[in-house]
């Protein structure tokens, strides 16, 4: 036993002169593993929190198309709107109720070059 | 002893866990079994259940092109107006299993869609019985006491009009909104937007709904309809009918897109998930070379004309004779795009301006007289005998001028008398001067026989088979040379024409300007020269000659004040159908002119089918000619040369 003891002790002593960095060795293991925890736990934060963004940037995306469409379409309204008060089908209805004059001969006016006011 | 107990129990206790875990192993192994059932064997089944829940395949269709026009005199690559355009319309439909109350849901739909329709069908129905209109008794035999009586008469009549009109319009609705346990019954479609939003609330209350459509407008209704067709449906979808829709109907509709998507529990797509997205490829837009304002004043004219003589129908077409560009092309009878379904005879969707093949009558002298002036066989001051007849070899009677009844002969005249005076046996003088074979040739340089190439479907390319035969008989072409035994359409007739007028060139006549596509390219038409038809010294020749058939020859007519006008009528005997001959007392009136003399700015032909009120193109097609000329020479203020 006090052998066992002694090599106990020896082993010991025995591993310390012989494998001197064992117990650095689990320090730095028990180190890496801490660290590599702390990493995985940030990559998860970020990754639950990119996808949230993008989820929220996809609804806004989503609202803004809807927004761009509902524009697109009153634009259009409007433009259809002008072009059939521009049609001339329509003009001359509405002319009709308004007793307007319809435009006769024309007649050009020739500028002769003496006719120019002297004084 | 304890020892052996011991390992006894040890040993019991060993059995029981290795049972446990037996069991365990086996039902992780059924597990596992079904899960590759599930999974690996069945995969593809599952996939498209779940594919069939979750994911959304549409397709997406494109917006089609517009067709826009010119809208100011000179175009400036900026000023357009849209003659063809999409329009939201809504779709009127109920859902009869929700309709509480189908005789008050059936009565407001005839107070919003059909009162007013009714009643203005039902006042012009009182308007145009001749017996509510008629201001005497005398020409009705009805006594003088009743038309004391006969206004209220009339309101009672109107009354029960628009009872019984209402009556079925209202069973008609009734019958489609009393269906129990129907989920759809459309009501009416192509509503406007405007008329159906101030009852939009009441009619969903009643069971009423409504989604919008997208619709092809066509904002200036019947005018230039022939010209731009419309959108009807087939098979397939909507598709392109006659005229620009039908002939660039590819380029219009643009190319469908798709979207492939997942869709999530309450229906919306998941954004942040694979999904493939095709975007459409919109339609590309056509900008014509047509001028909005010449286009509707022609139009207009040329339907004035048309009912004013009684016609049965007609046809306008201007171009710009130095690049074959189409300003203005009208036909009568037309027809509404919008509601391209409300006609009576489906021919009407021809476009007669490049359809329709005619005898064209004198018009055709011109093209003889360019032919032996150009050749160098006559001159404008050539003279020959007029007897008023001429006896052609193998043919029994003799060709005479349309005046012969009333002048006989008109002794020794010049080339350009023939054309004031429109004599047929100077045009036959001059193709015999020039040879009938080499008349043939100029007749088919002149694009006859032939289609022009225009974009637009359905153009014919008349009939000159009596000048290709390897031996050409006298008595055809002789009658060819006034315009008579060959048929041409209008198009050929003013395209050669413009060759006449432009110094000697045939043009390719289009009607396209540009074409823009969705990505904003843009695809321009050149003017594209075919050949050399005539000099330039012949073109001045017949210019000057035709200025004098309308100072004065039988055009005076056509003259517009101010300018100097050239152009040619032609009154053309119509073939009996299915009969030899011409049918008696049925004549197409033509004129086709240009102006100003000097430096035309457009070329026109004007036609009128079987006018009933006057016997002479000088008579119906030229006045229309002049007036059209008129406003054209006013619009692009060309100033007056005397």
Redesign the interface.
């Given at each position: 036993m006090i052998i066992k003891d002694k090599n106990k002790n020896k082993n010991y002593n025995f591993n310390a002169k012989i494998f001197p960095g064992k117990k650095a060795e689990r320090s730095y293991l028990g180190i890496l593993n801490k660290f590599l925890f702390i990493v995985i736990i940030i990559n998860g934060i970020y990754f639950v929190a990119s996808v949230n963004d993008l989820s929220i940037k996809g609804f806004v995306l989503r609202e803004l198309r809807l927004k761009s469409e509902e524009l697109q379409n009153n634009n259009k309204l409007v433009t259809n709107k002008v072009t059939e008060l521009e049609s001339y089908e329509n003009i001359q209805k509405r002319a009709l109720g308004m007793n307007l004059v319809k435009a006769g001969t024309i007649e050009y006016i020739t500028v002769i070059s003496e006719a120019v006011a002297r004084k | 002893m304890i020892s052996s107990k011991y390992n006894r129990k040890k040993s019991d206790n060993g059995n029981r866990l290795n049972l446990v875990m037996t069991v365990i192993f086996l039902l992780a192994g059924s597990i596992l079994l079904r899960l590759y059932g599930l999974q690996v064997s069945k995969n593809d089944l599952y996939v498209a259940l779940a594919s069939d829940q979750h994911q959304v395949y549409n397709k997406l269709q494109p917006s089609r092109g517009e067709i826009y026009i010119q809208n100011s005199p000179v175009p400036d690559g900026k000023d357009f107006?849209?003659v063809a355009?999409?329009?939201?319309f809504a779709l009127v439909y109920a859902i009869p299993k929700d309709v509480k109350s189908p005789a008050e849901a059936a009565d407001r739909l005839y107070e919003i869609f059909d009162r007013k329709n009714v009643e203005d069908e039902v006042d012009k129905m009182l308007k145009e019985d001749p017996y509510f209109s008629a201001t005497s008794s005398d020409g009705l035999g009805i006594a003088a006491a009743d038309i004391k009586n006969r206004e209220e008469f009339k309101a009672i009549k109107r009354e029960l009009e628009l009872e019984t009109r209402k009556k079925s319009i209202v069973a008609a609705y009734l019958d489609k909104l009393s269906k129990e346990n129907d989920p759809y019954e459309p009501i009416r479609y192509k509503v406007e937007?405007e008329t159906l939003d101030p009852y939009i609330d009441e009619l969903h209350g009643l069971g009423i709904d409504h989604i919008m459509e997208a619709y092809r407008?066509y904002?200036?209704?019947s005018?230039g309809s022939h010209l731009f067709g419309f959108v009807g449906f087939d098979d397939s979808g909507k598709i392109g009918r006659y005229g620009l829709e039908n002939f660039f109907n590819e380029e219009l509709t643009g190319a469908p897109g798709s979207i492939k998507a997942e869709r999530s529990g309450n229906g919306s797509l998941i954004?942040?998930n694979d999904r493939e997205f095709n975007e459409p490829k919109n339609g590309s837009d056509l900008i014509l070379t047509i001028n909005?304002s010449i286009q509707?004043n022609a139009c207009q004219k040329l339907n004035a004309a048309a009912l004013r003589h009684g016609a049965d129908g007609g046809t306008v077409i201007v171009m710009e004779p130095k690049t074959g560009a189409i300003i203005a092309m009208c036909s009568w009878p037309d027809y509404d795009p919008n509601n391209y379904g409300k006609v009576d005879d489906i021919s009407i969707y021809n476009n007669p301006a490049v359809f329709d093949q005619y005898e064209p009558g004198s018009i055709f002298k011109i093209f003889t007289m360019s032919a032996g002036i150009d050749q160098g066989k006559v001159t404008p001051e050539s003279t020959y005998n007029d007897k008023g007849s001429i006896k052609i070899p193998g043919w029994s009677k003799p060709i005479k001028n349309s005046d012969f009844d009333t002048f006989g002969g008109h002794g020794t005249v010049d080339m350009i008398t023939v054309l004031e005076l429109s004599l047929n046996t100077g045009s036959i003088h001059v193709m015999q001067r020039t040879g009938p074979e080499v008349f043939a040739d100029y007749v088919k340089k002149f694009g006859f026989g032939q289609k022009t190439g225009i974009e637009l479907p359905g153009e014919g390319s008349g009939n000159i088979v009596n000048l290709e035969r390897d031996v050409i008989r006298p008595v055809e072409v002789a009658t060819a040379t006034f315009g008579q035994g060959i048929t041409v359409t209008p198009l050929q007739t003013i395209t050669a024409y413009a060759a006449v007028v432009n110094g000697g060139i045939l043009m390719k006549p289009y009607v396209v300007d540009e074409i823009v596509t969705s990505e904003g390219e843009r695809i321009k038409t050149q003017p594209q020269p075919v050949r050399r038809v005539i000099s330039e010294r012949t073109s001045l020749l017949l210019s000057g000659m035709m200025v004098r058939v309308v100072e004065e020859g039988h055009s005076t007519r056509a003259a517009v004040?101010?300018y100097y006008v050239g152009g040619k009528t032609g009154t053309a005997q119509v073939a009996g159908s299915g009969t030899k001959g011409y049918e008696a007392g049925r004549t197409i009136h033509t004129f086709i002119g240009f102006a100003p003399a000097d430096d035309p700015k457009f070329v026109m032909l004007v036609k009128l089918n079987d006018p009933k009120d006057v016997a002479w193109a000088d008579s119906s097609t030229a006045p229309l000619f002049s007036e059209i000329a008129e406003f054209i020479l006013?619009y692009y203020q060309v100033?007056?040369e005397r």
């Open positions: - | 107006y849209p355009t999409n329009k939201d937007k407008y904002p200036e209704f005018i954004i942040v909005r509707f004040k101010g006013n100033p007056k």
